[in-house]
């Protein structure tokens, strides 16, 4: 009986230890969460896009998720067939700095786009900047979705929004009153639709 009980016991803690290990080494899940907030600049003919998502590994694991690319898609209106999609690539990183005197932001460039690492200590909140040249906005509901790809991995991990750009907005990028400044549209204004094609999506502050 008692080396029943022994060999149980040892059987039970290499089983442990097995699963253990197993849970140590498995690969990351990345969980990725968009802003309330994107901002958006037009300097001269060029669209620079700004976000900041928040991506962590939520399970606990030794091994470490690395972002070796990200790209950046938004599909025009479909009824403005004319417009193209813009070509989105991906100009760098960078950190906003705040100016209490004046109450404004601007952004420092920080890095050029390159690798980086998450994990379950060291979750990322990068200021991912997107440039697309020679294009401009026009009214309506656009697809947006911002890509990470893992070295040697095809597949990307995806988070989709909707951008509601109005007439006002398009209004306001022309009229150069903010030269070189970004605008600034969120998902949570309270006078936002709750419901209907628009609901859910970024919208001028």
Same mark, same amino acid.
């Given at each position: 009986m008692?080396?029943?009980t022994?060999? %149980?016991?040892s059987? @039970?803690?290499?089983?442990? *230890?097995?699963?253990t290990f @197993?849970l140590f080494?498995?690969k990351?899940?990345?969980d990725?969460t968009l802003?309330?907030?994107?901002?958006?600049?037009?300097?001269?003919?060029?669209?620079?896009?700004?976000?900041?998502?928040?991506?962590?590994v939520?399970?606990?694991?030794?091994?470490?998720g690395v972002?070796?690319d990200?790209?950046l898609?938004?599909l025009?209106? /479909?009824?403005?067939?004319?417009?193209? %999609?813009?070509?989105?690539?991906w *100009?760098g990183d960078? @950190?906003w700095?705040?100016n209490a005197?004046?109450d404004t932001? @601007?952004y420092?460039?920080a890095?050029?786009?390159?690798?980086f690492?998450?994990?379950?200590?060291?979750?990322q909140?990068?200021?991912?900047?997107?440039q697309?040249?020679n294009?401009s906005?026009?009214?309506?509901?656009?697809?947006?979705?911002?890509?990470?790809y893992?070295?040697?991995?095809s597949?990307a991990?995806?988070?989709?929004?909707?951008?509601?750009?109005?007439?006002k907005?398009?209004d306001?990028?022309r /009229?150069g009153k903010? *030269?070189?400044?970004?605008?600034?549209?969120?998902?949570?204004?309270?006078?936002l639709?709750s419901?209907?094609?628009?609901a859910?999506c970024? %919208?001028?502050?």
């Amino acid at each position: 009986m008692h080396t029943w009980t022994v060999t %149980a016991t040892s059987l @039970a803690a290499l089983a442990v *230890s097995l699963y253990t290990f @197993a849970l140590f080494q498995r690969k990351p899940r990345l969980d990725v969460t968009l802003p309330h907030i994107l901002r958006i600049e037009q300097q001269g003919g060029n669209i620079l896009f700004y976000i900041q998502p928040t991506l962590s590994v939520r399970v606990k694991t030794e091994e470490v998720g690395v972002i070796g690319d990200t790209r950046l898609r938004l599909l025009p209106p /479909s009824s403005i067939p004319s417009l193209k %999609a813009p070509k989105f690539y991906w *100009s760098g990183d960078g @950190a906003w700095a705040y100016n209490a005197t004046s109450d404004t932001l @601007a952004y420092r460039w920080a890095g050029d786009p390159g690798p980086f690492t998450v994990s379950q200590e060291t979750p990322q909140h990068p200021t991912l900047l997107f440039q697309a040249d020679n294009w401009s906005f026009q009214p309506g509901r656009y697809e947006g979705s911002l890509q990470l790809y893992r070295p040697g991995n095809s597949i990307a991990v995806t988070k989709e929004f909707c951008l509601d750009i109005s007439r006002k907005a398009v209004d306001s990028f022309r /009229s150069g009153k903010q *030269s070189n400044q970004f605008y600034v549209f969120r998902n949570d204004l309270p006078d936002l639709p709750s419901s209907g094609e628009s609901a859910g999506c970024y %919208a001028l502050d």
